[in-house]
C-alpha cells in the first residue's frame, strides 16, 4: 500500500514539473518573440489647454421682435400710398394716406371757432378787471374756449385717423392695396415687421434650468445658409415647466444685420452654458471597451495604457477631465493594436491638434 502511494506521489510530482516546464518555456518564446517582433509604428501628438465650451442644442421658429397688421380706422378712398413690399421703412414714415378732405374742413372750422372763443375770453378777461361783466360770464366764456379746443384736437385726430405711418423701422409685407382704392373702417392693408433682431423661441431642458440666464451666448444656424452662423443672446426665460416635455421655455435675439432670416423660419439654436480652459485630444485616440475608457501614452520607446475620464465632446476633439497631463504623448494611429508594454516607434510628432472645433464653438 505504501508503494502504491509513492508510485502516486511520483507520478504527481511528475506532471507538475511538466507543467512548470512547459509554462517557463512558453514564457520564453514569447518574450523572444516580442524581442524579434518590431516595434509598431505610430503618431503622437500632445494634449492641449484650449476653450471648452458646454452648451445645449435646441430647435425653433423665429419671429420679428416687433410685428403688426396695419389697418384704417376710418373709411376712405387711397390718395397717396408707399406700401412697396419688402422695402424698409423708417419709423413714422408715411404709408397710406385716404382723402381727408372733409376732415381738413371740420378742422378749419374748429381752428376759426378756437380763435373766436378766444378773443371772446381775452375780451371778458379785460373787462372783469373792471367790474363790467359778471364772474359768472368769464367762466361760461373759458368754458366754451376749451370746449373749442377739444372740438380743434377731436378734428385733427379725425385728419390723423386718415394716415397710417409706420410706428417703428421695420419690412412693408405683400398687400393688394392700389391708388384710388375705397377702404373701409379696419381693413388690412398690410404688415410690418421689425426685422434688425429675429426673436427665436425654442425649449430648454429642465436638467440645465440652473445653468442658464439671460445674457449667455446663442448661436443659430438653419438650412436656408449652410455653413453660416448668427449670433443672438439669451434674453428671456418662461416661468413654467411644460409638464409633458420637461422643458422650460426660452426666448433669444438673434442679430440680422443683412435681413437673411424672416419670421416664421426653422432656426437650429446652441445656447453656451459656460466657457472653461481644459485640456483636450483628438477623439480618434480614445478607446472604450465596455466600461472602460483609456488611451496609450508614448513612453521611452514603450506603449503604456492610461485610463481617463472624458468630458464635453465636439466633432474631432474631445475633452479629459482626468487622466492625462499636458506633456503625455498620446497615440492616435494604430492604437488599436497595441497592448501595454508593446514596443513603439514615433514616427511623427503633431505638435497641435488640427480643426479644433471647441474654439470656434465659443465665438459668437
Known amino acids: 500500500m505504501a508503494k502504491q502511494w509513492m508510485i502516486a506521489l511520483g507520478l504527481l510530482l511528475l506532471a507538475f514539473g511538466g507543467i512548470f516546464a512547459w509554462n517557463e518555456l512558453s514564457l520564453e518564446t514569447a518574450a523572444e518573440n516580442q524581442r524579434q517582433r518590431p516595434p509598431s509604428k505610430v503618431n503622437v501628438i500632445s494634449p492641449t489647454m484650449d476653450v471648452v465650451t458646454d452648451s445645449v442644442s435646441a430647435v425653433g421658429s423665429l419671429r420679428a421682435r416687433d410685428q403688426i397688421s396695419l389697418t384704417t380706422e376710418v373709411s376712405g378712398r387711397v390718395v397717396e400710398l408707399n406700401l412697396n413690399a419688402g422695402s424698409r421703412v423708417a419709423e413714422g414714415e408715411l404709408l397710406l394716406r385716404l382723402d381727408d378732405r372733409q376732415a381738413r374742413a371740420d ?146 435675439l438673434v442679430n440680422n444685420p443683412d435681413g437673411k432670416l424672416r419670421p416664421g423660419q426653422f432656426m437650429a439654436a446652441s445656447l453656451t452654458l459656460r466657457q472653461r480652459e481644459a485640456l483636450i485630444i483628438p477623439e480618434q485616440a480614445v478607446i472604450i471597451r465596455g466600461d472602460e475608457t483609456y488611451v ?38 494604430g492604437q488599436d493594436r497595441l497592448s501595454s508594454g508593446d514596443r513603439i516607434e514615433v514616427v511623427e510628432d503633431i505638435t497641435a491638434i488640427p480643426d479644433n472645433r471647441f474654439a470656434d464653438a465659443g465665438k459668437s
Open 107 to 252: 378742422r378749419q372750422v374748429a381752428e376759426v371757432t378756437l380763435a373766436d372763443a378766444r378773443r371772446q375770453l381775452e375780451r371778458a378777461q379785460r373787462l372783469e378787471s373792471n367790474n363790467s361783466i359778471s364772474r359768472s360770464r368769464v367762466d361760461e366764456l373759458r368754458t366754451a374756449a376749451d370746449v373749442a379746443r377739444a372740438r380743434m384736437a377731436s378734428a385733427q385726430t379725425r385728419i390723423d385717423n386718415h394716415r397710417i405711418e409706420a410706428p417703428f423701422a421695420g419690412v412693408i409685407g405683400l398687400n393688394d392695396i392700389s391708388m384710388g382704392a375705397y377702404l373701409s373702417a379696419g381693413s388690412q392693408v398690410a404688415t410690418l415687421d421689425s426685422t434688425g433682431r429675429m426673436e427665436l423661441g425654442f425649449a430648454v431642458p429642465e436638467k440645465f434650468l440652473g445653468q442658464i440666464r439671460p445674457g449667455q451666448a446663442v448661436r443659430g444656424h438653419t438650412p436656408a445658409y449652410p455653413g453660416e452662423q448668427f449670433a443672438g443672446e439669451l434674453v428671456e426665460l418662461g416661468t413654467r415647466i411644460n409638464e409633458l416635455s420637461r422643458t422650460l421655455p426660452v426666448r433669444a
Open 296 to 333: 496609450f501614452v508614448a513612453n521611452d520607446g514603450v506603449a503604456r495604457r492610461m485610463a481617463v475620464e472624458l468630458g464635453s465632446r465636439s466633432p474631432g476633439v474631445v475633452e479629459v477631465a482626468s487622466g492625462l497631463t499636458p506633456e503625455d504623448q498620446v497615440i492616435v494611429t
